[in-house]
Structures are given as C-alpha cells and as structure tokens.
C-alpha cells in the first residue's frame, strides 16, 4: 500500500512539474486535506479528497489524451 501511495504521489507531482500554478493548486488541496483530518472532520476530509481525486483524473486523462494524439505536422 505504501509503495502504492508512492508512486501515485511521484506520478501526481510529475503531472504538475514545471506548473507552479498547478503545483500551488495542489498543495492547497493538499493542505485542506490535511487540516480537514487534523480537525478530525471525517466528512469534510472525504469531500476534499474525493474532489481532488476526479480532478486529478481529469488531468491525467486529458494528458493521456494529448500523448496519445497523433502528431499534426505541416
């Protein structure tokens, strides 16, 4: 399971590497993660996840998409 938390993480870091606009976001939702389960507010925690979770799809779908586009050259 850890090694699984690890990877996705490196997987989910790369997915926002060189966007510090991406990687601001990210953190943000991290952190409100976080806090949600350091208050102990279960409720929260999931609905925080579970949105972070489909917009990380979205992305790595989306990337998925252009990478698997053929090349539209001149």
């Known amino acids: 399971m850890r ?7 490196e997987l989910h870091q790369r997915e ?3 966007n510090p606009d991406e990687l601001d ?3 943000t939702e991290h952190l ?3 806090e949600a389960i350091a208050a102990r ?4 925690a999931r609905d925080l996840m579970q ?3 489909r917009g990380t799809r979205h ?3 989306s990337q998925e998409k252009e990478e ?3 090349d539209q050259g001149p």
């Open 3 to 9: 090694q699984q938390a690890e990877v996705a993480g």
């Open 16 to 18: 926002h590497d060189g």
């Open 25 to 27: 976001r990210m953190r």
């Open 32 to 34: 409100a993660i976080a």
């Open 41 to 44: 507010d279960a409720t929260t």
């Open 51 to 53: 949105q972070h979770l």
């Open 59 to 61: 992305a790595v779908l």
């Open 68 to 70: 698997t586009r053929p």
